[in-house]
């Protein structure tokens, strides 16, 4: 029931772009992005509800295909404020399970 | 507007002891998820509730773990009779709606067992 995230871990250089994949064998309602800092909360980053639907948030956007069943956060022009760990959410689309769940992480390391 | 109050931010308890954390959600959020995270891993669902039930909680141990949101006062927490392999980091996030609003985590309280 966990979504899948790709890859584990990514390192780039101030400037560079980076995408990170969410996945599930589940139909889902919405898919949502969070980061987390290192010995912090969890921060909200952006939400989708519609297929296809993308959204923005300064240079980090995202999109999600309903009928893939996936989700892909892009990372572009990378801040070294970028760094810390990536997390997608999802809400499955039938009536069965009412949990919301996070993918396993994804580590993004940003360097000057 | 206050964010999702944990407390306590810290606990150390001994084997066999009772823990308990505390969530006061955000006003106006009905809604309380509560997630374990162990170093360097992601977060774990654990259970789900909205105001006085237990919506989901197929992601809680069924031993020595409960979880309540009553009508007034915070969301807990209980862990009875802790082992060393509960210490971690617990998160609750709070919403008001389930299926369109974001979720707000609070800051999370780490337990160690020591």
């Known amino acids: ?112 | 507007n206050a964010g999702v109050m944990q407390n306590p931010r810290h606990l150390v308890r001994r084997r066999g002891q009772e823990a308990r954390l505390r969530c006061s959600p955000m006003k106006g959020h009905s809604h309380v998820y509560w997630y374990r995270q162990l170093p360097e891993e992601g977060l774990k669902f654990m259970v789900y509730l909205q105001k006085e039930n237990i919506i989901d909680e197929s992601g809680m141990p069924k031993e020595r773990f409960s979880a309540e949101f009553p009508k007034e006062g915070p969301s807990i927490l209980r862990i009875q009779q802790v082992v060393r392999g509960d210490s971690a980091a617990y998160f609750c996030a709070t919403a008001r709606d389930r299926l369109t609003g974001e979720l707000f985590f609070g800051e999370g309280s780490r337990l160690t067992v020591l």
């Open chain 1, 1 to 112: 029931q966990q979504p899948v995230q790709s890859p584990q871990a990514v390192i780039l250089r101030e400037g560079e772009d980076a995408v990170i994949n969410c996945s599930s064998s589940k139909a889902l309602y919405s898919v949502h992005w969070y980061r987390q800092k290192h010995g912090e909360a969890p921060v909200f980053l952006m939400i989708l509800l519609k297929g296809g639907e993308q959204k923005g948030h300064e240079k980090i956007s995202a999109s999600f295909n309903e009928k893939k069943q996936q989700s892909s956060l892009y990372l572009t022009a990378s801040q070294l404020s970028y760094s810390g760990t990536y997390f997608c959410g999802t809400e499955r689309g039938d009536n069965y399970g009412q949990n919301f769940v996070f993918g396993p992480g994804t580590r993004l390391s940003v360097l000057p």
